[in-house]
């Protein structure tokens, strides 16, 4: 069996992530949003987060303003502005749904993992806030490549792979060929999860594991 957890970075956006929502809808299908603090904190931003958890829908943190990666940035309040800011924006939001973790998915350019993703400050304040902290295992590229991401996010479902696919709700990304996409994976059997693969764990509910060390400039 092959799985296939969605993910969405860097909405909300209203041009995009209305349509990503039906898309969905329409298939029945649920999926992690990781939003960024500068799109939520407006009126219509904090809509769009609403109708994500209200159609079912994770939604988690993924940063303030998305600009310099935790583990390059030199600020010494980077914490508090990209990652706590956030946080005071969707606790609200959060709080009415009983979806349990809280969720970090941090951001490094191009989808690569390495140390420049936290910095030792990041690390302890998602470990003492009891975060889970969401990787990936497949980054087609949909914003460099919008006509081609979805054939190459096919070809990444192997037989007995578990992906977690980050695509972007955001202009000129995946929405041209999303539900080619997601009608396609259907046909060909693939079964689509909110579980997510334990190797993109590298911290659950504040808690190390094995992966984490490779993520956090030390
Ligand atoms: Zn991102």
């Known amino acids: 069996m092959t799985r296939l957890t969605l993910s969405f970075d860097n909405g ?38 609403e109708r994500m958890l209200a159609e079912g829908h994770r939604v988690g943190n993924h940063s303030y ?33 009983s979806s349990g973790a809280k969720l970090f998915r941090p951001f490094g350019g191009g989808g690569i993992v390495g140390p420049h993703l936290l910095n030792a400050a990041a690390e302890r304040y998602l ?19 919008p006509e081609g991401w979805a054939d190459r996010a096919l070809a990444a479902c192997t037989p007995g792979a578990h992906r977690l696919t980050v695509l972007h709700d955001i202009p000129g990304a995946c929405l041209a060929h999303l539900e080619r996409f997601l009608d396609e994976a259907r046909a060909r059997g693939i079964e689509f999860t909110l579980d997510l693969a334990e190797s993109c764990l590298p911290l659950v509910g504040g808690v190390a594991r094995e992966g984490l060390p490779a993520i956090v400039r030390s």
């Open 12 to 49: 909300p956006t209203p041009e995009i992530t209305p349509h990503v929502l039906e898309a969905l809808s329409k298939r029945g299908l649920k999926a992690y949003f990781f939003v960024l603090g500068k799109h939520v904190d407006t009126g219509e931003g904090r809509a769009l987060v």
């Open 65 to 97: 303003s998305h600009e310099v990666p935790l583990g390059d940035d030199p600020r010494g309040d980077a914490v508090e502005r990209e990652i706590v800011s956030t946080e005071r924006l969707l606790a609200p939001l959060l709080a009415r749904v």
């Open 127 to 145: 470990r003492e806030a009891a975060y889970t902290c969401v990787l990936w295992n497949d980054v087609p590229h949909d914003w460099d490549d």
